[in-house]
């Protein structure tokens, strides 16, 4: 059998004591390499943050083991997550192969009461807010509802949606059964599940040059005092524009210790321009797919373009269109408003959108800052 790294991690309760020493002893008889927090993971210098320690444990392990009781475990505020509940993401985001185990009576109230509630809950407050709600309102609403136990921490639940979501299979932990894990890891190398993952080398971003940040300074500071009098080719304009922004990786962050990717989107496939004039937005160019409306009204609101002018500010907005599987990104900059086209992974829906809001912004927002900069100097510079 491969010797592999295995990190066992639960929450710091006395009912799951008994099992994970168990399971540690067990899994070394067989040869492989545990991880458990109390048995060899550390000793650290003083100054060493242990939550970091443990995340690095997590990310250098081969298979992450999970056991899931009644109990919440620590809570970092910042985060919005439980220290185990982090390990668990630092584990999917990476790739690991996971096994998770729940008492089976908190998994069978979890399905049988609690999922229902909570899934009622998040589509009333999106409903409601245009937001997720927050594992802290998801918690609170769990605590006021008379349907729900009150002797399982409420944080349980919400952790337990978490892993449901992103497609985690969950098994049943009888706490008084012995799991053969012998028999249990051996079936799982039959199936493959054991091949230690390839490390993916990956390339890393050169630093911009020096001169190509002082050239940029020089033309940030110039371009306000010219007078731009407008565009001889905007469709070439709109093709140069959109062949230059490419997509990438969306990441949720996990206060100071962490982030996640939770998906991704593809390279700006078609782009509009629009100019603000007699009270109207008037098309001006396109690139790409993107349908080519010759004017909308201010009181259009199937068009982003025109809610980018009415919100005012901030003067950028992301959105994004379910049925297209699209995200729009809308720059307003003087009298003009661009609209940038990018497909988001089939993994997006609406209700993913609004959980992960802030991270889809800050990740097409911060893609390309120095070409949407450059953009917004060109098009705030056009005279009528």
């Known amino acids: 059998m491969a010797r592999t790294k295995i990190f066992i991690s639960s929450v710091n309760e006395d009912g799951l004591k008994p099992l994970r020493r ?108 245009e937001s997720f709600p927050t594992p802290a309102h998801m918690m609170e609403a769990l605590k006021r509802d008379d349907r729900i136990p009150q002797d399982i921490d409420p944080y349980v639940w919400y952790f337990l949606y978490d892993i449901l979501i992103r497609k985690v299979y969950i098994d049943d932990l009888s706490l008084g059964v ?58 070439r304009f709109m093709e140069l524009i959109m062949d230059q922004l490419t997509g990438g990786m969306i990441e949720q962050q996990y206060g100071q210790y962490m982030n996640e990717c939770v998906g991704q989107y593809g390279d700006c496939c078609a782009a509009t321009l629009y100019e603000l004039r007699e009270q109207a937005l008037h098309f001006v160019g396109k690139a790409g797919a993107a349908a080519a409306v010759s ?19 901030p003067a950028e907005q992301v959105f994004y269109k379910e049925v297209k599987s699209m995200f729009y990104h809308c720059i307003r900059s003087g009298r003009y408003v661009l609209t940038l086209h990018y497909p988001a992974d089939p993994e997006w829906n609406y209700k993913k ?32």
């Open 178 to 235: 012995t799991i053969d894990w012998k028999a249990y890891f051996s079936d799982l190398l039959r199936r493959g599940s054991l091949l230690l993952p390839l490390e993916d080398s990956i390339e890393q971003n050169a630093c911009r040059l020096e001169q190509f940040d002082e050239a940029f300074e020089l033309l940030n500071d110039l371009m306000p005092g010219l007078r731009i009098a407008g565009m001889r080719e905007p469709d």
């Open 22 to 129: 168990g399971v540690f002893r067990e899994l070394a008889s067989l040869g492989h390499e545990p991880v458990m927090w109390e048995e060899n993971l550390g000793p650290w210098p003083a100054h060493a943050d242990p939550v970091v320690r443990c995340l690095e444990a997590v990310e250098e392990c081969d298979i992450y083991l999970l056991f899931i009781g009644s109990k919440a475990g620590t809570y970092d505020a910042k985060a919005e997550r439980t220290i185990t509940h982090m390990e668990f993401i630092k584990a999917h985001d990476q790739g690991k192969t996971i096994l998770v185990f729940a008492d089976a009576e908190v998994k069978a109230v979890f399905f049988g009461q609690v999922k229902p509630v909570l899934e009622q809950y998040i589509d009333s407050h999106i409903s409601k807010q």
């Open 295 to 313: 004017r909308f009204a201010m009181d259009d609101k199937s068009s982003y373009a025109v809610l980018t002018v009415n919100i005012g500010d």
């Open 353 to 384: 959108f609004i959980h992960y809001k802030e991270a889809v912004n800050h990740a097409i927002m911060s893609k390309n800052p120095l070409i949407i900069e450059l953009l917004k100097l060109c098009l705030g510079g056009m005279q009528p």
